[in-house]
């Protein structure tokens, strides 16, 4: 075929390739394949010209050519076996005669394969920079109402990898460190599963897309291996998050029955799997222990409870500290239970890992919620738990107190060890306290369910102090850790509980402290709005408080917009001048360095009357950066 003619006399084609053109090299504009591209082997592709047309982003156009992968596969393999020296290029049918338009990308060659650390299970997918590898159009979403994208490339799988790892990994660090994921050759449902999660944290991810093809990989998968344990754990998680709590306690079941098949709670389970100090065998301790863990959240919802990890003996070994085991190196002689358990009656401090101290909270927390289960049982009962959380503050080493180091660290392990605390003295006290009849709601969730005779060791009011006390220990660990997405999704419910018992204790005390309870739930309505940007779950908890706030701040807050100014005007007043002034003007107010506390003339404008400085109820002292 003859090139075509110039519009120009200049001697050059008026259409050129996409290979010459993105070279800058002059094209002969041969169909179906010009001479260079014949030359070097190269798929030859012509755009349509869109002179005199209106110009479109170019993405667009790299979409809309883009043919399904293994057509695109196809393609690319009748042009490497293209033979212009034999004349065999023009026999064979190129990717324009079958009625292909490629995309504005060179064949795969040595300088951009895929990465060999990739599995060989995901690395069989046609690997092309800005190519769609899915060639399924995900649906609207329909819990969010968001349109799915209608492709996801190789980018944005390892984007949903790195942000799983910077958010959910942190909060859950079940799986092998960041740096040693693609080595580690994680199976194609884990590695799905991943991705599903890491979506959630993408301005619109392709979640639902994502997890239609995890539900599909996961039910059909035979295998009964330790990475589908971590797999159906990490996606039950997620669905609880998600606010799907039937489907949740679905996965969870299915990962604890591989969990006791493979013997996973057996203490010689990861040293005779793995070599017991190598980051495998660390990542097989923490996936029980994240078990274990999971099994009490996901019963807090229940109405009856049917622990299926935290009945057996703990024989696996206590986790390491996470930079020890994110530092890729040698993992530490790992340490038992018992050992822990004997910390208390050591002469000098000893200090474990803030997993295990994760581990001791979430006991406690299912000891509450047995407790609260059981329709009789003695006083005693009910102070031992009572014992036990006030213990496990006071047998802190000191280095443990403290969620956040001098350079701004968080140990996330301890700061969700301090909040299960808090909740589950939360859960302890509500039910029994003065509290509960002023906000009790029995469709919501995470509101604590309780039988009407409850024994008691302490009065009412005793009760309620406690567990407002907790719900301020709540609220000041996350205004120091403000960044939710970093957290465990667990933490909402703790969260909305916290709002409610502020809100009660605003209707059982005074105005003088309303601000005081208001900034707190202000606090905990802003983190449950952040946290519904990412997790469904939070949807339901943010209703519940706004509308509850709604109801019961908004007289106040009426008031106490116009009071406030009010008594900065009378307070720098002087008697003598407004006698003579119809119109009194405010005097300027000065505050010197070192002035005490409380300043007559600022503080009802500017300093929110505390509710108390100190309470005699609390065994654990402010948060401290040290």
């Known amino acids: 075929m003859t090139p075509r003619r110039s519009t120009r006399q200049s001697g050059l084609a008026a259409l050129a390739c996409t290979e010459c053109r993105k070279q800058h090299l002059k094209c002969d504009a041969h169909q179906p394949s010009c001479s260079r591209c014949s030359q070097n082997a190269l798929v030859c592709q012509y755009l349509p010209s869109r002179r005199g047309g209106r110009r479109r982003p170019r993405h667009d156009i790299i979409y809309q050519h883009s043919p399904h992968p293994q057509k695109l596969a196809d393609a690319f393999q009748m042009s490497a076996s293209h033979s212009?020296?034999?004349?065999?290029?023009?026999?064979?049918?190129?990717?324009?005669?079958?009625?292909?338009?490629?995309?504005?990308?060179?064949?795969?060659?040595?300088?951009?394969?895929?990465?060999?650390?990739?599995?060989?299970?995901?690395?069989t997918r046609p690997y092309f920079v800005g190519v769609p590898w899915s060639s399924v159009i995900p649906p609207t979403n329909p819990v969010h109402g968001r349109v799915e994208p209608e492709c996801r490339t190789w980018d944005e799988e390892d984007r949903c990898v790195r942000l799983y790892y910077e958010h959910f990994h942190v909060a859950h660090p079940i799986l092998v460190p960041n740096a040693s994921y693609k080595d580690r050759g994680y199976p194609p449902a884990l590695q799905l599963v991943v991705e599903f999660v890491g979506s959630h944290y993408l301005p619109s991810g392709p979640r639902q897309h994502l997890k239609d093809k995890v539900e599909a990989e996961l039910t059909s998968n035979p295998e009964r291996s330790s990475c589908m344990v971590q797999a159906w754990l990490i996606y039950s998680i997620s669905l609880y998050a998600r606010g799907e709590r039937q489907k949740a306690q679905e996965a969870f079941s299915q990962s604890a029955e591989i969990a006791f098949e493979?013997?996973?709670?057996?203490?010689?389970?990861?040293?005779?799997?793995?070599?017991?100090?190598?980051?495998?065998?660390?990542?097989?301790?923490?996936?029980?222990?994240?078990?274990?863990?999971?099994?009490?959240?996901?019963?807090?919802?229940?109405?009856?409870?049917?622990?299926?990890?935290?009945?057996?003996?703990?024989?696996?070994?206590?986790?390491?500290?996470?930079?020890?085991?994110?530092?890729?190196?040698?993992?530490?002689?790992?340490?038992?239970?018992?050992?822990?358990?004997?910390?208390?009656?050591?002469?000098?401090?000893?200090?474990?890992?803030?997993?295990?101290?994760?581990?001791?909270?979430?006991?406690?927390?299912?000891?509450?919620?047995?407790?609260?289960?059981?329709?009789?049982?003695?006083?005693?009962?009910?102070?031992?738990?009572?014992?036990?959380?006030v213990s496990w503050v006071n047998h802190l080493p000191s280095r443990k107190l403290d969620i956040v180091d001098s350079y701004g660290?968080?140990?996330?392990?301890?700061?969700?060890?301090?909040?299960?605390?808090?909740?589950?003295?939360?859960?302890?006290?509500?039910?029994?306290?003065?509290?509960?009849?002023?906000?009790?709601?029995?469709?919501?969730?995470?509101?604590?369910?309780?039988?009407?005779?409850?024994s008691s060791t302490f009065p009412r009011l005793v009760h309620s102090i406690k567990a407002a006390e907790a719900s301020r220990r709540v609220s000041d660990s996350i205004s120091i850790c403000p960044n939710i997405q970093k957290h465990t999704p667990f933490i909402v419910p703790a969260l909305a509980l916290c709002g409610m018992i502020q809100l009660a204790t605003s209707v059982s005390h005074s105005e003088d402290c309303f601000d005081h309870h208001c900034n707190r739930v202000t606090l905990i309505l802003g983190c449950l709005k952040s946290t519904r940007r990412t997790w469904g779950?939070?949807?339901?908890?943010?209703?519940?408080?706004?509308?509850?706030?709604?109801?019961?701040?908004?007289?106040?807050?009426?008031?106490?917009?116009?009071?406030?100014?009010?008594?900065?005007?009378?307070?720098?007043?002087?008697?003598d001048d407004m006698e003579h002034t119809n119109h009194p003007v405010p005097q300027g107010v000065t505050v010197a360095e070192g002035q005490g506390f409380m300043i007559p003339e600022l503080a009802p404008g500017f300093i929110d009357p505390t509710c108390y400085s100190a309470s005699f109820f609390n065994c654990l002292a402010d948060f401290e950066l040290s």
């Not at 908890?541 to 900065?568: G, M, Q």
């Open 84 to 123: 212009p020296t034999t004349g065999a290029g023009n026999a064979n049918p190129t990717p324009q005669s079958t009625g292909l338009s490629l995309p504005v990308t060179s064949a795969p060659g040595p300088m951009n394969t895929p990465d060999s650390s990739i599995s060989p299970q995901r690395s």
């Open 262 to 389: 493979l013997g996973m709670h057996r203490g010689d389970f990861a040293a005779s799997s793995y070599t017991e100090r190598s980051i495998e065998a660390e990542s097989m301790r923490r996936t029980w222990w994240e078990l274990y863990i999971t099994d009490i959240f996901m019963a807090i919802p229940l109405k009856t409870i049917t622990f299926r990890c935290t009945t057996v003996a703990p024989e696996v070994c206590l986790p390491c500290e996470d930079f020890a085991y994110t530092g890729c190196g040698e993992i530490p002689q790992p340490r038992k239970m018992r050992e822990f358990k004997r910390r208390i009656f050591a002469a000098d401090e000893v200090v474990f890992s803030s997993f295990s101290y994760r581990i001791e909270a979430a006991t406690i927390l299912c000891r509450v919620l047995v407790l609260n289960r059981l329709k009789e049982y003695h006083r005693d009962h009910l102070q031992a738990i009572e014992n036990a959380l």
């Open 409 to 454: 660290n968080v140990d996330e392990m301890m700061f969700q060890a301090h909040l299960i605390v808090a909740y589950a003295t939360m859960l302890l006290h509500l039910p029994r306290s003065d509290l509960r009849s002023l906000l009790s709601q029995s469709d919501d969730y995470f509101w604590p369910s309780a039988p009407c005779h409850l």
């Open 537 to 575: 779950s939070a949807d339901a908890a943010y209703e519940c408080v706004r509308s509850s706030a709604a109801d019961i701040l908004s007289d106040s807050i009426e008031k106490w917009n116009t009071e406030p100014l009010k008594s900065i005007s009378s307070a720098s007043q002087d008697p």
